[in-house]
């Protein structure tokens, strides 16, 4: 059977500028999943960067042959999504299976591999892939706000700002007083503050305010920092969590959440967010979790891996956002899972293309912690790769950018080597890195983890 896994993007890579690390190489997990299955050929179609199917220079862009045989890779140009479809087929494939993965400066790349599914099924392949239409609810964010409402979640009072309505007087001098802006500003006057002031189609928490009065609130949405449609939400006090979804229609299971750090606006940050869990904790009301998160994949039939960002309030769980893509959960959560994410990938895939049930052991997950560390260099980077326990590090750096937060990042992830040890032996791992790499480590990074640690040891 040809197996061939695929994601597209809709930007230029600049190779010559933005450099990518990552340890072990996506080639060797690859490699690794063409050998466990010999009976079947594998193929990678996508486009740059795509950094949960191939590495790019200067690590290493290709699959030898010879060192797989059954396994072939093919880096696509910038292209439409029906003719990224149609060099699809010229594989052959018996089954396409989506890994999207996010870019800057819009998060809407599952709607761009959703679209290629359509075009794929249409040719009668079989495709592995969530809906174009629930990737386009997830990617407007008042189109989510108005889908959780609609299907019964909670969800927080917001006012949505139409940017051209809001300043619609502009073109038209005969406008003495905007209604649309008057009765906007009226109903976020009524709301609780704080409010997150958020752009509607952005990537993450990318351009996000936090107000903490009417009169803050105000003063951003009149600036030139607000130059496109925003939506006004009121803040949901809590712990935030994250958490992913895998599966397909009647088969689907919720991952253990992960705890994640949050900057001083009370928000978590990309580029800085640390992970630890899985929380296991009856404190924490799993169950309702658990169910809350398999009504909303059912609703949105989702096929696949979904991330899911939440909150932890005193009423019990919220949800903040949904993410319909591969992140740095899915590698987080494979490595809790002791497995890698391409096989992890397939095998959620082959389980409904073959008609088995879809079973993951989840109560033996590894402790596990993701943490962000400033960028290191190749000498820094490949030491702290060939620690034993950290079972993966990922790097981006930008050498054009002008600020320090858009330069990028080093992720590392790093795990237990039981299911029975508890999270105090991250706490060792985290005091053994900084003490190997004080340069590299940042103590506010250190305390911070080790009071996530703290609060999940007691609940």
Not at 7 to 20: F, G, H, K, L
Not at 88 to 94: E, G, I, R
Not at 201 to 208: D, E, I, Q, T
């Amino acid at each position: 059977m040809n197996v061939l896994f695929y994601a597209s993007s809709s930007n230029e890579y600049d190779s010559q500028n933005i450099e990518r690390l990552r340890s072990p190489q996506m080639a060797e997990e690859w490699i690794e999943l063409a050998s466990l299955h010999p009976e079947h050929n594998f193929f990678i179609v996508t486009q740059l960067p795509s950094p949960f199917l191939v590495d790019t220079k200067p690590d290493y862009i290709g699959i030898e042959q010879s060192l797989c045989p059954n396994l072939c890779q093919k880096i696509l140009a910038q292209t439409s999504q029906e003719e990224f479809a149609e060099q699809v087929l010229a594989f052959k494939p018996d089954i396409c299976i989506a890994a999207s993965f996010w870019i800057t400066p819009f998060d809407w790349l599952p709607v761009s591999d959703a679209m290629i599914a359509e075009k794929l099924e249409e040719e009668g392949i079989k495709t592995f892939c969530h809906p174009a239409e629930s990737t386009f609810i997830c990617f407007d964010k008042v189109r989510t706000h108005l889908f959780l409402e609609q299907n019964g979640f909670f969800v927080p009072k917001a006012v949505y700002i139409n940017h051209l309505e809001y300043w619609c007087e502009r073109p038209h001098k005969e406008i003495k007083s905007n209604v649309y802006k008057n009765y906007s500003l009226s109903k976020i006057s009524k709301m609780n503050f704080p409010v997150i002031i958020k752009d509607t189609v952005g990537l993450s928490s990318y351009s996000m305010e936090v107000a903490v009065s009417y009169k803050q609130a105000l003063a951003y949405l009149n600036s030139g920092r607000s130059s496109t449609d925003r939506i006004v939400e009121e803040f949901m006090q809590g712990i935030q969590f994250g958490t992913e979804i895998y599966g397909f229609p009647g088969n689907y299971i919720v991952m253990p959440p992960f705890m994640f750090s949050v900057n001083k606006y009370g928000i978590t940050s990309p580029k800085q967010c640390i992970k630890l869990g899985p929380v296991t904790s009856p404190s924490f009301r799993l169950d309702e979790l658990n169910q809350m998160l398999l009504t909303l994949a059912e609703k949105m039939q989702l096929r696949g891996i979904a991330q899911v960002d939440l909150v932890f309030t005193k009423e019990g769980w919220r949800i903040i956002e949904i993410n319909p893509r591969l992140s740095g959960m899915s590698e987080t959560y494979a490595i809790s899972l002791g497995t890698s994410l391409p096989k992890l990938l397939y095998q959620i895939a082959s389980a409904e293309f073959l008609k088995k049930t879809f079973t993951l052991e989840t109560k033996n997950l590894l402790p596990t912690l993701n943490l962000k560390l400033p960028i290191l260099t190749k000498e820094q980077f490949t030491k702290i790769s060939k620690i034993p326990f950290v079972k993966c590090a990922r790097q981006i750096f930008n050498r054009i950018a002008k600020q320090e937060r858009e330069k990028g990042y080093c992720e590392i992830i790093f795990s237990s080597e039981v299911p029975s040890a508890s999270f105090k032996d991250l706490e060792a791992k985290l005091d053994y890195l900084y003490k190997e790499f004080p340069d590299s480590t940042e103590a506010d990074f250190l305390e911070t983890a080790k009071s996530m640690i703290a609060l999940v040891k007691e609940k």
